[in-house]
């Protein structure tokens, strides 16, 4: 299974940092290519709850559903996209000065099949598209997060 995470320290509380992460309908102040996130149903930040994800690149744009599959206040907030092809999510841990956080971006086993359903002959060249982008945008959404975080709750930045 292919992983990719990054983290960094963040200048406010676990609880407060929860609180803008697990709000889907910012996401797209901080994600490099997802655009909008919105609650399906006016859902809300639990396990089991859905959202829908609009994603640019410059060759494309699309769409995904995704399920909450861990919501808990101050320690993780994470979902599942698809039928469960990827696994993205955010571990809070209290840290000296603040609070760290690391992202993480998953394949999940189904993850395979699908990109050959979906690309057949591409499906590799496309997952390695997606390993690629999870690499380079994790660091970048971090530091985005970082900077609201820190705007927010009227802290200097953490370096």
């Excluded at 599942?80 to 092809?85: C, F, H, R, W």
Aim: proline share 6%; glycine share 10%.
């Amino acid at each position: 299974m292919t992983r990719q995470s990054g983290s960094v320290l963040v200048t406010c509380s676990p609880e407060a940092l929860y609180a803008l992460v697990s709000d889907v309908t910012r996401t797209g102040e901080w994600s490099p290519i997802c655009e909008a996130c919105w609650w399906d149903e006016g859902d809300g930040p639990r396990v089991g709850a859905h959202f829908t994800g609009r994603n640019v690149t410059p060759s494309r744009t699309w769409e995904t559903r995704c399920e909450v599959v861990a919501a808990e206040p101050g320690r993780e907030f994470a979902w599942v996209v698809g039928e469960s092809i990827v696994r993205w999510g955010y571990l809070l841990e209290p840290a000296e000065g603040g609070t760290r956080l690391t992202e993480t971006w998953e394949l999940q086993p189904g993850a395979p099949g699908f990109f050959l359903r979906k690309w057949g002959e591409q499906a590799e060249a496309q997952l390695a598209e997606r390993t690629e982008a999870a690499r380079a945008g994790i660091p970048v959404t971090l530091a985005a997060i970082q900077a609201v975080a820190e705007r927010e709750a009227g802290a200097a930045p953490a370096h």
